[in-house]
């Protein structure tokens, strides 16, 4: 906080937001946040959890369905969740690349690099630089990611230093060094300044 503060906007944000609360999921398998993020993908953060709900139930005793088991299941019964024909396949293709071991434990995920998982995951179907980012992010805590696509980390930049347009993802990449090593928390200040923005709603002009 003492090093994004060195940005009197990034200072003004913090003193208004107070201290970080990451919420990542420290006791989350990489294979489950892939998963997770599919079933969230163009969904409401409701809608997709009742789905996973459903998911879940398919396999009762288990903490999360493992990926044999989900193979194992009839497209019909996973369509039966609520998922899409191709969010089944982006399911299947995890799971296959869960047990030949291209998607790590959480444990192997320790001795790689963010950019060696992001080569190593974006080849699963369904699977961006933006989802491993947040994988990296919120579930394995790593404190130096920031997803210059992302459009809400762009839009609190923007509203953050009062501009007109938003910075094209390889400017803010450049301007985001200067926040190295803990770029991670200035991704979650920057939602929050967009969160700000519309919590406030728009300007009158009148």
Known sequence: MRHL???EHFAALIRRVGPPRMDVQRQRSPYEALIR???????????AEAILAR????????????PDAVMAT????????GFSAGKIAAIRDICAKALDGTVPTRRQ???????????RLTVIRGVGRWTVEMLLIFT????????????????????LHGLGAQPKPKQLAEI????????SLATWYLYRAAEEARRQGPVSRA
């Open 109 to 119: 995920s320790h001795r790689l690099s963010d950019a060696a998982l992001i080569e």
């Open 176 to 183: 985001g060094m200067s926040w190295a090593p803990h770029r």
């Open 74 to 81: 009839a497209e019909l019964a996973l369509r039966g969740c």
């Open 55 to 66: 998911f879940s139930a398919l396999f009762p005793g288990d903490s999360f369905p493992a």
């Open 5 to 7: 503060s060195k940005d």
């Open 140 to 159: 394995l805590g790593r404190p130096d990611v920031l997803p210059v696509d992302d459009f809400g980390v762009r839009e609190g930049y923007r509203l």
């Open 37 to 47: 993020a599919i079933a969230h993908q163009q969904l409401h953060g409701r809608a």
